[in-house]
């Protein structure tokens, strides 16, 4: 532009005989003008569309630096951001490459010098250039910083003397967000000719420059506001969960546990290198997809009764009716016990001394049989076993076979519902507390679908719900079959019920041992409700041997089978034992945080 203000005032005082050539001139001026700013033109646009392209972090801030320095021929470039509170600028790039000097971004080196401060003791600081910018909001370009006054250089003349370099040209650039807030700040470092010889930054360039923060400032904020997005979607599952924990400790210990199970089959699938999942790969959102509904596959839980979800007993509801049961028998020992003294007393008044001794031998009698039928009925309680009929019927007769009197009136022993629940075949839930348990999946189905995804967690629901379902229809909410399950849903199932079986910290039963744990994963694989290759890669991976020695108690660390191959697990126990301690502390503290008594 200074070239074409040349020619024109040539042009005003040339003679006519030399007007054709300064014409010319002229004309290849504006034409070599036209095609600077044409290229200048596509280039900021080329840049722009690979700013806006880009969603990793510490790649975006490289480009930003590196196309500025190519834009310009700049020898050097910084970046810095402002942090959350506004106070202090952030080394994020630092860029010399006469000195091929690199840290920050992608190569792995955190920048090792101090925040800025922007207002230290309270002042703005107006002494630092990069400072005075972020708080200004004002482009400072400086042809020399040595001949420089108003700010002070001393860190960038001592990096001089260290390294032997000479900084002179200076571009200083802040970049303002939509909302014109400055997210940070530009700094380019000796502008070079095509002879790379150091000129200062023009005022073309600068406006060049202004323009490509400009770009770069929306890119970033596009950036920080999807991960911020994303960190506020993370937070919200892990609150959901800690709701779902605060119901219960075991339930949210389950989550969490089935949600790293699942990464890790997905994991040795994305690395098996032969048979059907050779194939197979899992890209990072892929994964991340994985983890969302693995935190949320269990979120129905939420409206499930706490004390179904923790019915460690069959008689428990809000507390474990088996006190009030077993405080029956003891009242009910207690009237035998006064209506036999009473007798006793006039047996021995009428002179009676051997009746009374026969009745001192039946109230005895009396006495061990009811401690003995309540000690039948804590025993059933537990659901330990698989009830017969014997005992079931053993538990009619009790509840028949003693009174109670309730208002003036005789009832029996144990009512209708606690006879119902103490008759629980297998377990301690009855047909409809596993209704209410198994309903938790329908409603986690209908949470997940009414949430709008993005593009790349569009899967989650189906995901998430499908984890009780079976390869041939006979699972639920949907009794969907092989064919009409994607593979992520299918390693869902795996990792639920491989958790399920090797819980230890369930309230209603004890963790299976590896090799019970494998045996009953084998009956599911041969009733078809499970997929066995995934089993397998889950196993052959070592996956499941990292687990198991993290999660598991040392006592269910055995040797097992599995495909024809013996897996010995027992070597883990050293470090089982450690992890198991330390994970006993956090459930007794949450356990202890839980129990809050009101006065």
Same mark, same amino acid.
């Given at each position: ?15 006519? =005989? ?14 070599? +003008? ?39 021929? *700049? ?17 994020? #790039? ?21 925040? +800025? ?7 703005? @600081?107006? =002494? ?48 303002? @967000?939509?909302? @014109?807030?400055? #997210? ?11 002879? @790379? ?45 800690? *709701? ?33 999942? *050779? ?13 969302? !509904?693995?935190? $949320? ?15 460690? %007993? ?15 028998? /003891? ?6 016990? #006064? ?8 047996? $021995? ?21 009811? /401690? ?22 053993? +538990? ?52 997940? =679908? ?13 995901? !998430? ?8 229809? %006979? ?41 019970? *744990? ?51 697990? %027992? ?29």
């Amino acid at each position: 532009m200074q070239n074409l203000n040349k020619i024109f005032k040539e042009l005003e005082s040339c003679p006519k =005989e030399q007007l054709g050539a300064n014409l010319d001139k002229l004309r290849e001026s504006v034409d070599s +003008i036209f095609k600077t700013q044409q290229h200048n033109f596509t280039k900021l646009n080329q840049i722009g569309t690979a700013l806006s392209a880009e969603s990793n972090l510490n790649v975006l801030l490289e480009l930003i630096v590196t196309a500025a320095m190519e834009f310009t021929n *700049a020898d050097g470039g910084t970046l810095y951001r402002t942090s959350d509170d506004d106070k202090h600028l952030k080394f994020e #790039i630092l860029r010399t490459a006469s000195l091929n000097f690199k840290m920050g971004g992608t190569t792995g080196i955190e920048c090792p010098f101090y925040p +800025i401060k922007l207002f230290p003791d309270g002042k703005p @600081n107006h =002494e630092q250039v990069a400072a005075y910018v972020a708080i200004t909001g004002e482009t400072v370009n400086i042809p020399d910083v040595y001949e420089v006054s108003g700010f002070d250089f001393q860190g960038t003349k001592g990096f001089d003397q260290k390294t032997g370099y000479r900084s002179t040209s200076m571009l200083v650039i802040p970049l303002k @967000n939509h909302e @014109n807030e400055i #997210i940070g700040v530009l700094q380019l470092l000796n502008a070079q000719d095509k002879e @790379n010889e150091i000129i200062s930054f023009s005022k073309e360039t600068q406006k060049i420059i202004e323009s490509l923060a400009s770009q770069a400032a929306i890119a970033l904020t596009n950036t920080q506001l999807i991960k911020g997005l994303s960190d506020l979607l993370e937070a919200f599952i892990q609150v959901i969960a800690g *709701a779902i924990d605060e119901k219960s400790p075991y339930t949210g210990g389950h989550i969490r546990r089935v949600a790293e199970v699942t990464l890790m089959i997905a994991e040795a699938i994305h690395k098996t290198k032969e048979g059907r999942f *050779a194939k197979v790969k899992f890209s990072p959102e892929n994964m991340h997809e994985l983890k969302v !509904a693995g935190w $949320l596959h269990d979120i129905g839980k939420i409206t499930t009764p706490e004390y179904v979800v923790d019915k460690a %007993t069959k008689l428990e509801t809000i507390y474990d009716r088996v006190h009030t049961v077993v405080t029956r028998f /003891e009242i009910l020992k207690r009237d035998v016990k #006064i209506e036999s003294l009473e007798k006793k007393a006039e047996l $021995l008044a009428e002179g009676k001394s051997n009746e009374a001794q026969v009745l001192e031998a039946e109230l005895q009698s009396k006495i061990s049989e009811i /401690e003995d039928d309540c000690n039948f009925i804590k025993q059933v309680n537990v659901g330990g076993e698989f009830l017969s009929d014997d005992k079931i019927e053993r +538990i009619n007769s009790i509840a028949t076979k003693y009174k109670v009197t309730v208002d003036g009136e005789n009832q029996n022993f144990l009512s209708e519902n606690e006879v119902y629940n103490l008759s629980i075949r297998k377990g301690t839930l009855t047909p409809e507390e596993r209704n209410v348990i198994n309903h938790h999946i329908v409603v986690t189905i209908d949470m997940l =679908e009414s949430l709008p995804y993005p593009k790349k967690l569009r899967n989650v629901p189906e995901f !998430a719900g499908g984890h009780h379902e079976t390869l041939i229809g %006979t699972g639920y909410p949907k009794g969907l079959t092989e064919d009409e399950l994607s593979l992520e849903a299918k390693i869902m199932a795996v990792a639920d019920i491989f958790e399920a079986l090797t819980a230890q910290d369930r309230p209603y039963k004890d963790g299976k041992k590896m090799s019970e *744990a494998m045996r009953i994963l084998g009956f599911f694989v041969k009733d078809k409700h499970i997929d066995g290759d995934i089993l397998k890669a889950f196993v052959e991976s070592g996956y499941c041997a990292e687990y198991a020695k993290n999660e598991l108690h040392p006592n269910q660390l055995d040797t097992f089978e599995f495909e024809g191959k013996t897996y010995d697990y %027992t070597v883990y126990k050293e470090h089982a034992q450690k992890c198991f301690e330390e994970k006993q502390k956090q459930i007794e503290q949450r356990l202890k945080e839980k129990t809050v008594t009101t006065y």
